[in-house]
C-alpha cells in the first residue's frame, strides 16, 4: 500500500527557513506528479507548488521566489525549501501525489495524500 510520509515542519521565526520532505513508499508503477497543499486555521486547503515527473514546476503567487520545490526520483521523495517565511505562511503542509500502482494511466487528480506536517511561523 501506497503511503506518503512528510517531515520538517517546525517552529521559527519569521524570515526564517524550513525544508520539508515528504517520501512515497510502497509499490508504485508510476510517479505522474506529485504536489503541496497547505491549510491555514479557518481557511481552505490551498495548492502551493507542484511538480510533475519530467521536473515542471509550478508555484502559487504568494510562494513564488520563496519556496522551491524539487524531487529525488530515485527515492521517491518531493521537497519544499521554504525561504523567508512570514506569519502568514502558519498552515498544516500537505504533500500529495498522482500515483500510478498497476498502468502507465496518470489519474487527473491527486490519489494520494500525507498527514500533514505543521508550519508554525512567529514574529
Known amino acids: 500500500q501506497v503511503q506518503l510520509v512528510e517531515s520538517g515542519g517546525g517552529s521559527v521565526q519569521a524570515g526564517g527557513s524550513l525544508k520539508l520532505s515528504c517520501a512515497a513508499s510502497g509499490y508504485i508503477f508510476r510517479r505522474c506528479g506529485m504536489g503541496w497543499y497547505r491549510q491555514a486555521p479557518g481557511k481552505e486547503r490551498e495548492l502551493v507548488s507542484t511538480i510533475s515527473s519530467d521536473g515542471t514546476t509550478s508555484y502559487a503567487d504568494s510562494v513564488k521566489g520563496r519556496f522551491t520545490i524539487s524531487q529525488d526520483n530515485a527515492k521517491n521523495t518531493v521537497y519544499l525549501q521554504i525561504n523567508s517565511l512570514k506569519t502568514e505562511d502558519t498552515a498544516v503542509y500537505y504533500c500529495?501525489?498522482?500515483?500510478?500502482?498497476?498502468?502507465?494511466?496518470?489519474?487527473?487528480?491527486?490519489?494520494?495524500w500525507g498527514q500533514g506536517t505543521q508550519v508554525t511561523v512567529s514574529s
Open positions: 500529495a501525489a498522482r500515483l500510478s500502482v498497476r498502468t502507465f494511466h496518470c489519474p487527473n487528480d491527486y490519489n494520494y
